[in-house]
């Protein structure tokens, strides 16, 4: 069974940085694509950025010029560094991948503070 686990949430100070983890177990195979999802309270889970084989990526529009995904090598590990975060970033992030099915990870906690 394929697990997605996530690391590197946190609480921080408007203006700061975070590097969000995910690395998958259970598969042989290359997941493709992978990428973050986040929900604010109250809100719809919006994409956040996407990494396909190839290193193409796609990111939302609230994110451009900020976050940065990147994968490792030909690993199903993932990356999402945040540079200059805002409150309105706060929200659990959410790794997903693409295999056999679509899976996502358990969740971890961004929180800006102003």
């Known amino acids: 069974q394929v697990q997605l686990v996530e690391s590197g949430g946190g609480l921080v100070q408007a203006g700061g940085s975070l590097r969000l983890s995910c690395a998958a177990s259970g598969t042989i195979i290359r997941l493709n694509p992978m990428g973050w999802y986040r929900q604010a309270p109250g809100k719809q889970r919006e994409l956040v950025a996407t990494?396909?084989?190839?290193?193409?990526?796609n990111s939302g529009d609230s994110v451009k010029g900020r976050f940065t995904i990147s994968r490792e090598g030909g690993k199903n590990t993932v990356y999402l560094q945040m540079n200059n975060l805002k409150p309105e970033d706060t929200a659990v992030y959410y790794c997903?991948?693409?295999?056999?099915?679509?899976?996502w990870g358990q969740g971890t906690q961004v929180t800006v503070s102003s």
């Open positions: 997903y991948a693409n295999g056999v099915g679509v899976y």
């Open positions: 990494i396909f084989s190839g290193g193409e990526t």
